[in-house]
């Protein structure tokens, strides 16, 4: 499976709904304490950015957990805990850059994004496609489109001014 | 779980704070949300109280759905004797505050008395502690609320706060939440500088658990796309609420340079669509926003280009804005609509009051009832943009005569300038009009006289009457969940059925204003969306509670008899022009003369008028006075009130 | 407790959202129009008012405004009339 969740800052409008039920989906409550996804907010300037796991590669998570209770799973490529095997030491918690692993302080588990199981509420939920659920291919050729259009359009107010 | 949301109660004379459960019974009585604060302000405020005494209780509460899995549950509700009325202060805001309220384990907070130096309250995850506020004062609203975040070293908080405007007492003074979120109306702003309240600060992680979360998931995706699925919502998240003002305005719905007028011709540059570009010139194309949990996103971002406030960040303008910064001063500049906008926001004062107030005497100082003597030299001319901000200044720091008295409120202004100045004041209940002209559309006059804080449209407006609904399609919509059989009009211009549909609409208002939701999920300005019929499942999905659309129905009718009950102790009669159920002379008096050819010549027939205000009390069990019968509070359960529950 | 199945009023209006389509801001005319795609302006065939269009979506069409000269005409010629019967319309 190469889909993957992706963000695009620009298009969110910082109302939390991903956080809402991410954490229904996965607690049976609200609380965006418990979210997988949480919309880091500038509100000084009206800026927006949703923060959840990448799913990394070479996942630091992974890397530091001593009792390897962390793995990707097969079939949707996505990383996840154990708890059988969790001890609760934490250090996952603490290495993640992006602040993606949380920790739940009534199960004392920790906690990330598992793309609920291959149809991510956050995604389903975002009428206004900040979050996407899609194949690395398309993002890339979606990039590339974008990032071409940009060129030429620069290109031809070179050309218009020269 | 939703319902274990507790109630405190918090004296900030002598510090006390006390917590308590809210029980069942008093849920399937008054839901939550403003339903519950009627019910508060009811046994807890003393009759004739001095709405700036400590006395006057400041009730803060989120609805029985905040921040449980539904949609836009983002509103507070704020409720006081207002100072500027006298009579019922209520006012709503969006924003994040109340779901973060509910998650630090509160539904309502009752404060009462008056702290002896400036604090703010803190309350994290049900705890409550009263903090000092003395370096917080003199702050405006944004200021305040990164002051506490920095203070409290958190950036989760969320604070409800007032700016400057609150502190020096305007009694039309906003409480303000986040950038632009404002409880607007009737001048709680003031309540809260009155007892030295500067902010209410809140955090929370707790649980809302939710009682069935599957369900409520699936049923949660069900009704976003029966709100954004309507065309109305789509616009509105294209361009936000100034296309309500635009649409007004292109057929003569806008009161234009104070009541003179009901169009501003040529105010294309000040136009919705304009607005969203500027908006996306400054911020991007993605510049619209929202609050909690609402996929509606009906709010612009935008950064002002040019002058005093160059390089500003704001959110909105809403409608309002245009009103009070655009048509009622008749100023025609994008700049100064936003520039004012700004401003409103950060001192924390209401838009529409201001606006009003402002656009009142400049057609006070063109008749020479003022004169460059009060005004202390400021040409005070319609379409004077500069004389506009100024007096936004003068009022919110209470600068000058004018700006002092003008800062007082309507009805104590008019008093205080003399001569007919009262006769050109478009209020009721002593508060103005919003930046609407309702000559043409009886059945939004009857709404605005008779809304229960006063001229408001956000009470009982039957504003889908302007769509020229088929008759079935109206009876489908008003008949449910009570049946009505009489008579029913698409014809906006009639006053035939309207009492019934104000009735309708002041019940579906306060049950959305119970739970906790926005306007613009239900029946407000789109005739599809959801109401009475659709809300049982949302509630019980997500709080285990049962109520049949009639229940929500007896309920919100019965937290409306409350705020009527609560005003007629406090003043209120029929006919009083200061605290009645009336409108302005020039209603009656003076023809519409811009807009559409079949506006033009209209205006309010006096008799009709009356004759749907006997029928409007009649549909509620009123007597003729506007008094609700004894069978009335009988059969809402009302005979006893007060009864001091909570 | 809810039956999955009923549909309530709202839902079932549903289908009586019209795309593509203004109306009039005539209180006696409002008319449907239905513009052509894209079209920056329209006048309506009973009355004559003339409005600038927005497009909100590409099957969203919004009244942006009048055409104020158009309109403003009107309303005068309307006004003027109504002045010499002043108690024709006071409803």
Known sequence: MD?????????????????????VMHEGVSNPAKSRIQVIKWEQEGIYIPVICKQCEDAPCMNVCPVRAISRDPEFGFVKVDHEVCIGCRSCVGICPFGAMGYNGDTHQVFKCDLCGGDPQCVRFCEVNALEYVSANRVTSQKKRKGAARQSAAERQAVALG | MALDRKIAYINLTTGD?????????????????????????????????????????????????????????????????????GLLGSCNMGGFFAPEMAWAGFHHLVITGRADKPVYLWIHNGEIEIRDAGRLWGKNSTDTQWAIRDELDDEEVKSMVIGQAGENLVTYACVMTGIKNA?????????????????????????????????????????????????????????????????????????????????????????????????????????????????????????????????????GPEYTSLGAFGAEPDCKSIETVLTGNHLVNQYGVDNLEIGSMIAWAMELYELGILTSKETEGLDLR????????????????????????????????????????????I?????????????????????????????????SRPAIDLYHLPEPVLRKIYSSPVPYEG????????????????????????????????????????????????????????????????EIWDAAERCNNLERLFNL?????????????????????????????????????????????????????????????????????????????? | MADKE???????????????????????????????????????????????????TPELPRIRGPVWDVNRKLAQETLAKKLETPDSDSK
């Open chain 2, 487 to 550: 008579p029913l009009s698409s014809e906006h211009t009639e006053y035939i059925g309207k009492p019934w549909q104000v009735f309708w609409q002041e019940n579906v208002y306060m049950a959305v204003d119970c739970l906790g939701i926005c306007k613009y999920h239900t029946v407000f300005l789109g005739a599809t969306l959801p109401n009475f019929e659709d809300w049982p499942e949302v509630i019980y999905y997500n709080t285990g509670l049962e109520f049949t659309p009639k």
């Open chain 2, 382 to 425: 319609f379409g004077n943009d500069e004389a506009l901000l100024q007096m936004v200044h003068n009022i919110c720091t209470r600068t000058g005569w004018l700006g002092n008295v003008l800062a007082d409120g309507g009805i104590p202004a008019a008093e205080k300038i003399g001569k007919n100045a009262f006769d050109y004041l």
């Open chain 2, 17 to 85: 704070v006390e917590i308590k459960p809210i029980p069942l019974e008093m849920r399937k009585k008054f839901i939550g949300g403003r339903g519950m604060d009627a019910y508060l302000l009811y046994n807890h405020a003393p009759e004739g109280c001095d709405p700036l005494g400590p006395e006057n209780p400041l009730i803060v509460s989120g609805g029985l759905l905040t921040a449980t899995c539904a949609s836009a549950t983002a509103r507070t509700h704020v409720m006081a004797k207002s100072p500027l009325t």
């Open chain 2, 183 to 315: 409880g607007g109306r009737t001048g709680l702003g003031c309540v809260m500088g009155a007892k030295n309240l500067k902010a209410v600060a809140v955090r929370g992680t707790m649980d809302i658990k939710i009682a069935h979360p599957v369900d409520a998931l699936e049923h949660n995706k069900k009704f976003i796309d029966q709100i954004t699925g309507a065309k109305v919502n789509q616009i509105q998240g294209a361009l936000g609420t100034p296309f309500i003002w635009g649409a007004t305005n292109c057929w003569g719905g806008v009161r234009t340079r104070n009541f003179q007028y009901n169009q501003m011709e040529y105010a294309d540059e000040i136009e919705p669509e304009a607005i969203d570009d500027y908006a996306a010139e400054t911020m991007g194309p993605h510049h619209m926003t929202g609050c909690f949990g609402c996929q509606v996103h009906c709010r612009a971002q935008y950064k002002i280009q040019s002058g005093l406030y160059k390089g500003k960040y704001d959110e």
């Open chain 2, 427 to 459: 209020q009721v209940k002593g508060m103005n009009n919003l930046h609407s002209d309702e000559r043409a559309t009886p059945g939004l006059a009857l709404n605005i006289a008779t809304a229960s804080r006063g001229s408001d449209h956000l009470r």
């Open chain 1, 3 to 23: 889909k993957f969740l992706t963000v695009d800052a620009d298009k969110c409008t910082g109302c939390r709904l991903c956080e809402q039920v991410c954490s």
């Open chain 3, 6 to 56: 009923r549909v309530s009023s709202s839902e079932s209006l549903r289908s009586t959202r019209t795309f593509g389509k203004v109306r009039c801001h005539n209180p006696s005319c409002m008319g449907r129009i239905t513009p052509p795609p894209g079209s920056k302006q329209i006048t309506c065939p009973t009355c004559g008012m003339t409005y600038r269009l927005f497009w909100v």
């Open chain 2, 569 to 646: 102790r406090e003043g209120l009669t029929r006919n009083d022009p200061k605290k009645g159920d009336t409108l302005n002379h020039r209603y009656f008096d003076e023809p519409c003369r811009r807009g559409a050819p079949d506006v033009i010549g209209k205006r309010i027939d006096r008799d009709k008028f009356n004759v749907m205000i006997d029928e409007f009390y009649e549909h509620h069990g009123w007597d003729q006075d506007g008094v609700p019968t004894t069978e009335t509070l009988k059969r809402l359960g009302l005979e006893k009130e007060p009864t001091r529950l909570l």
